[in-house]
């Protein structure tokens, strides 16, 4: 007690309340401010470290010494009746008070004071600058007057990876989840363009401007954030930036109990103070959209964006990861209709890309009905009913059906534009299936993949100068990029028939994949190299592999590459070979196209032509309906293998009509097509193929 009595007449209490108070206002002001001047995060963190360093030594400062008339005297040397402590306890009792009022009234504005209309954006902001007439991304501008989406969307934004502010331990998905659900919101207002998760994440950590940033992504402005994640609390900043002067549109702090719920409310909130700001009114559809609730259980909500975060950076290979926090997404909550939905999307996903598993799609069909069931108008749903179809069954139209239905609740979403875009172009629609992917391209720039697959639209309807460009556009964002070399290498060969550069580029940037290997081997076979030839046969030797579109048999690879140099003894020993391996898998599983069409070209390499066209026809009649993929230069091969150039002909002829559905591979360059090159047929068709895509636009 005595203790007690010592402490408040030398003030060491009231220091205590006065610097806590204090400390908390200087740390609201600087919370606020700081962002304004773009300060980085560790600003705001030493300031609090020092403001927390401090406290100790103000209350021993305040036990030691006392503030007089005549100065600051240590406490020991002022006289008992001399002593003007409790007066100046007085004195700090009121600071104190008017201290709490201050930060109550910053609190207060902060979070209710009414905000005057955002300045409009003068429309310089609108159409130059990259804003909206395209991408320029390093390589230069690849959309511009043609870009649809410049029309229909004269809003962009680009919303960069939040900052991590948070003091717990493993936070960054939780981060990482806000991030992507608020470009999942905003995606939903039709009049925003918004770019994908896939090119912001690219500025993560950036040392980079918001001018250069936004010019980069060919966005007006750009949305900035932080999260702090604090016991049951989370509190979580964001500004709106304009990128013609850097100047701030909207700034708002958000600070509320840490409930799923309130997660969802404050990305709603965010999306329509950002609509607003950029003079726009979400429509009765869109402010249902942005404000569903996809969880009310935040463990199975954060289970769930981890699951979300490594499905988008696993797919294709191990999906172990994303499957174990779907399981305890939906062990947290069992109606959780997204959560199934993903869990359908993985299960076709195994499918598609490994095959390893023949109940995927069983798998697939219950977990899809049962998000049906809970809500089936959800986009996570339809999106995944869209790969079901696709992915599990190729049935196009349905898959199609459902993208569309996803793209009325999310127009802005780039993975349902791409998506939608591979659909049409294996339904045939190539040139709706190339405006898909330039607006998926515009939406999403450094998404790679995108830019390649755009190049061989551009080329397949004519366009060989705008496939060049892309191309190049992508490898000015990444120039080991394997796809873009590959097809650069593809694009060396179809017109100008420069080989030798096409294996330079192959030996030096691209590995072993299938589809590379296919394009090595025929590299190899179409310049005379028969020892590599031979070497590069192991394609498709992975009888699990769904990757590789025309999974064939290495033998019947041999036996075609000895055929083309002539050796027909030995290329009738693999055919032989190849034969007997794929008819006893064939006698296990007879619905097998791709074994089928490779057992129709080793048939019709051992000239058993009587055997190989039921085998053929079969083939055909089994293969899935693919305009994309349609022509195959094995099906061409059948009959010229089996001495019907006639036949031949007829084959080449229909594939190079429809260039659009199948790149064919420069007949005109390959030995295995010797028979036909002096044929007058053969000639004038490929003459009309090399005017077709030689066409620059």
Request: aromatic fraction near 6%; include cysteine.
């Amino acid at each position: 007690m005595q203790l007690l009595a010592e402490l408040k007449r030398r003030n060491v209490i009231r220091m205590a309340g006065l610097y806590l108070v204090g400390a908390w206002l200087v740390i609201q002001i600087a919370e606020t401010l700081l962002p304004i001047f773009h300060t980085p995060d560790w600003v705001l963190q030493a300031l609090v470290v020092l403001l927390a360093i401090g406290f100790i030594p103000a209350l021993v400062f305040s036990w030691i010494f006392e503030l007089t008339p005549e100065g600051l005297k240590r406490d020991d040397q002022v006289k008992p009746g001399e002593s003007v402590a409790t007066e100046t306890g007085r004195r700090m009792d009121q600071l104190t008070l008017a201290g709490v009022l201050v930060l109550l009234a910053v609190i207060a504005a902060d979070r209710y004071w009414p905000r005057a209309d955002a300045p409009e954006i003068p429309e310089t902001a609108r159409s130059q600058g990259g804003a909206d007439r395209g991408v320029d991304v390093q390589a230069g501008a690849i959309l511009q007057a043609e870009d649809p989406v410049a029309t229909r969307q004269g809003r962009s934004i680009a919303v960069l990876p939040f900052a991590n502010r948070s003091a717990e331990p493993d936070t960054q998905y939780f981060v990482d989840g806000v991030h992507d659900d608020l470009i999942t919101q905003l995606s939903k207002v039709a009049a925003l363009r918004v770019t994908s998760r896939t090119s912001v994440n690219e500025y993560r950590d950036t040392e980079k401007k918001i001018p250069q940033i936004a010019a980069e992504l060919g966005v007006a402005t750009v949305l900035e954030g932080a999260v702090q994640r604090a016991g049951n609390r989370v509190r979580i900043t964001a500004q709106l930036i304009r990128a013609a002067d850097d100047s701030h549109l909207w700034a708002e702090t958000f600070d509320r109990e840490l409930t799923a719920e309130n997660l969802f409310d404050i990305q709603s909130e965010i999306a329509g103070k950002i609509a607003g700001a950029l003079q726009t009114t979400l429509s009765p559809a869109e402010s249902a959209a942005v404000q569903k609730v996809l969880t009310k259980n935040l463990v199975a909500l954060e289970a769930y964006r981890r699951a979300r975060i490594l499905l988008w950076s696993v797919i294709q290979t191990d999906l172990t990861e994303p499957e174990r926090w779907l399981a305890i997404a939906l062990a947290e909550d069992p109606d959780f209709a997204a959560a199934y939905a993903m869990q359908a999307r993985i299960e076709i996903a195994n499918h598609w890309f490994r095959g390893a598993d023949s109940d995927a799609l069983r798998r697939a069909d219950l977990a899809l009905t049962k998000a049906r069931t809970l809500d089936p108008d959800a986009v996570e749903v339809l999106l995944s009913e869209g790969y079901f179809h696709y992915w599990g069954y190729r049935d196009y139209a349905k898959a199609l059906e459902s993208i569309d239905r996803a793209l009325v609740i999310a127009p802005g979403d780039a993975d349902i534009q791409g998506l939608r875009a591979f659909v049409l172009r294996r339904m045939g629609r190539f040139d709706e299936a190339r405006a898909g992917l330039r607006d998926a391209v515009l939406a999403d720039p450094l998404n790679l993949t995108y830019r390649t697959d755009l190049a061989l639209m551009e080329l397949r309807n004519g366009r060989a100068g705008a496939a060049r460009e892309a191309l190049e556009a992508a490898l000015a964002i990444d120039p080991g990029f394997a796809y873009a070399h590959l097809n650069l290498a593809l694009l060396d060969v179809e017109l100008g028939g420069d080989l030798a550069s096409a294996r330079t580029r192959m030996a030096k940037h691209i590995s072993d994949a299938s589809i590379a290997q296919i394009l090595g081997w025929w590299l190899a076979v179409a310049q005379g190299d028969t020892a590599l030839a031979l070497k590069l046969s192991t394609i498709g030797s992975d009888a699990d592999s769904q990757t590789l579109q025309m999974y064939l048999h290495p033998a019947m690879f041999r036996g075609l590459a000895l055929w083309a140099a002539k050796d027909i003894p030995a290329a009738r020993v693999q055919f032989e070979l190849a034969r007997g391996e794929l008819q006893a898998d064939l006698d296990a599983r007879p619905d097998q196209p791709r074994r089928l069409l490779a057992l129709c070209v080793v048939l019709s390499g051992l000239e058993e032509t009587e055997k190989a066209a039921p085998v053929c026809a079969e083939a055909d009649r089994l293969q899935a309906p693919d305009a994309w993929s349609a022509a195959t230069q094995f099906r061409d091969l059948a009959p010229l293998l089996g001495g019907d150039l006639d036949g031949a002909l007829q084959k080449i002829e229909q594939s190079l009509s429809r260039p659009a559905g199948g790149l064919p591979l420069r007949y005109d360059l390959s030995p295995l097509y010797a028979r036909l090159h002096d044929q007058p047929r053969f000639i004038a068709a490929m003459q009309r193929y090399r005017e077709f895509v030689s066409e620059s636009p």
